[in-house]
C-alpha cells in the first residue's frame, strides 16, 4: 500500500481547474518530485497532503486513511514540512526550533536534547556551536538546514518540501542538494519534493511526476523521464542543452 495515495483528485477554485484528476501513489521510502511550471499545481498539490487543502474531487489518503479522517494536528505532526522561507520562530534558539514538535508530543528533555544534537550534525550544523543561536544570526543556507533538521525531529514517516533550496545561491543550492540525498540514505524517509528545476529532480528523485496544467503528464523514475516524448517534458529536458 502506498503511504501516500493520490484517487482521482481534482481541485478548483472559483470554477477555475487547478488539479485535473491527479492519481499516484508514493511508496514508503521513495521521493517523488513534483516537477512542473508555475501554475501547474504542484503546491496545491503538496499542500493536500497535511490537510491545507482538500480536494473537490477523489481522496488524498496518508497511511490508508483520507485526509479529511484524520484530525489535522495529528496529521500534521506525522509529516515533517520544509518550505523555502523556512517560517523558524525568530524568538527561539536554533535547539529551542528543532525540538519545538517533540516537545509538543511529550517528549522527555534528554530525548528531545539528544535528538536535536544529532539531527544539528547530521545537518553539517554542530551543536555546540549553533544550538544557542538564533535565527537571525545565521545564514540563508544555515536556516534551511535547520529547517530540514526540525521537520526530522519527531521522526515523521513523511516529508514534504516545497522549493526549499530555491532562493539560495547555487554552490549552497547544491550543498544542500546532496545533504538531502545523504539524509535520504540515513534516515529513509518518504519524501514529496516540488520543484521547477529539472536537474535538481533528476538529482533527488526516485520518481518524477511532471504537471501541466494541473494534469499529470509523465510518471516515472529519472532514467525514464530522459526518455519521455511528451512536449512539456521535451520542454524541461531541453533545458539540460543549455
Known amino acids: 500500500m502506498a503511504l501516500v495515495e ?7 477554485i472559483a470554477g477555475k481547474p487547478i488539479l485535473r484528476d491527479l492519481s499516484l501513489g508514493v511508496e514508503a521510502g521513495e521521493t517523488l518530485v513534483l516537477l512542473g511550471r508555475s501554475g501547474s499545481g504542484k503546491t496545491t498539490a503538496l499542500k493536500m497532503i497535511n490537510g491545507m487543502l482538500f480536494p473537490t474531487k477523489g481522496q488524498v489518503l496518508v497511511d490508508g486513511r483520507a485526509t479529511t479522517d484524520w484530525d489535522p ?5 506525522r509529516i515533517g514540512y520544509v518550505i523555502q522561507e523556512v517560517g523558524l520562530f525568530p524568538h527561539f534558539t536554533v535547539g529551542d526550533n528543532v525540538g519545538l514538535v517533540p516537545k509538543l508530543e511529550g517528549w522527555s528533555t534528554s530525548d528531545i536534547e539528544t535528538r536535536v544534537n544529532l ?7 554542530p551543536p555546540i556551536e549553533f544550538r544557542s543561536r538564533y535565527p537571525r544570526q545565521l ?5 534551511q538546514r535547520v529547517g530540514v533538521a526540525r521537520a526530522l525531529a519527531a521522526d515523521p514517516p513523511v516529508l514534504l518540501f516545497d522549493e526549499p533550496f530555491g532562493a539560495l545561491d547555487p554552490v549552497m543550492r547544491l550543498e544542500l542538494q546532496r545533504q538531502f540525498l545523504t539524509l535520504r ?7 514529496i519534493f516540488v520543484t521547477h528545476d529539472v536537474r ?3 538529482l533527488l528523485a526516485s520518481k518524477i511526476a511532471l504537471l501541466s496544467e494541473g494534469r499529470l503528464e509523465v510518471l516515472a523514475p529519472p532514467q525514464e523521464f530522459r526518455q519521455a516524448q511528451c512536449d512539456e517534458a521535451r520542454a524541461f529536458l531541453a533545458v539540460l542543452d543549455n
Open 6 to 12: 493520490f484517487r482521482a483528485v481534482s481541485y478548483e
Open 185 to 191: 540514505e540515513d534516515f529513509q524517509k518518504t519524501s
Open 73 to 77: 494536528i495529528q496529521l500534521r505532526r
Open 119 to 125: 539531527l544539528l550534525q547530521k545537518v553539517g550544523m
Open 139 to 143: 545564514s540563508g543556507g544555515q536556516r
Open 200 to 202: 535538481e529532480a533528476l
